[in-house]
């Protein structure tokens, strides 16, 4: 997966047009944050990515491997399950087991992965969450940031080339939140395309390669190298509607 292409997606139910001609690219080892205020269409757009929606229009591309081109009422490609392989996903949703340890939590889903050693990787995530002695405690007894960490290590467990986290500071301390951009930054460093979407525009300050302003559905502006983020997105969101 050497870069993921928006091109002219479009998502809309019923009436109501959540997503409106959007393209953008983001290539291996790079960090894309979809910035706007709530409702402008930043999960929507992380839920195509993630193949769990259809875009009503346009075209999605995972380097060689297309979703998209066709109706939302269309049966799902015979490539999907292939390509969701090779997806990570953190929504608000921590699809974490409470009634399980955090590491029966990660071994779990190691092996919906085939992942051999479930044990070992779960061991491992547990070390990169900074959980390590921790793994033997049941997560609902955990705090929402350590859970947050968990879901996290979860959704990497696989070692996905392609990362999509949706507002993943919340609930997160100053030193996990800095954690959590060093680990975003290792990914980038491993190749992984990663894209995020936050309103943290502090953390998200020198973290990403792209910003992709959304604003009522639509893309208000694309920037490369963003600098002072929080000045242009207060810029950029006082722009008048193209």
Request: proline content about 4%.
């Amino acid at each position: 997966m050497s870069a993921l292409t928006v091109d002219d997606v479009s998502r809309h139910f019923g009436r109501r047009r959540a997503v409106s001609h959007v393209s953008f690219q983001v290539r291996e080892g790079e960090i894309l944050g979809l910035l706007g205020p709530n409702g402008a269409g930043k999960s929507t757009m992380l839920a195509m990515l993630a193949t769990l929606l259809r875009p009503s229009s346009g075209r999605i591309d995972y380097g060689a491997l297309a979703v998209g081109g066709a109706t939302a009422q269309d049966p799902p490609y015979a490539g999907d399950a292939a390509l969701r392989a090779r997806i990570g996903v953190l929504g608000h949703d921590l699809f974490l087991y409470p009634e399980l340890t955090a590491a029966e939590n990660l071994a779990f889903f190691a092996g919906l992965y085939d992942i051999t050693n479930r044990q070992a990787a779960a061991r491992a995530a547990l070390e990169r969450a900074g959980l390590a002695d921790r793994g033997g405690d049941y997560v609902s007894t955990f705090s929402r940031g350590m859970r947050q960490r968990v879901a996290l290590e979860r959704a990497l467990i696989h070692q996905p080339a392609l990362v999509l986290l949706d507002e993943p500071f919340t609930g997160l301390d100053d030193a996990s939140a800095g954690a959590l951009v060093q680990r975003l930054r290792s990914l980038k460093s491993d190749g992984a395309i990663v894209v995020v979407a936050t309103h943290d525009l502090d953390l998200a300050e020198g973290l990403l390669d792209h910003a992709v302003f959304l604003r009522d559905g639509r893309m208000a502006e694309s920037v490369a190298r963003p600098q002072g983020l929080r000045s242009t997105y207060r810029a950029v969101m006082a722009q008048a509607p193209r």
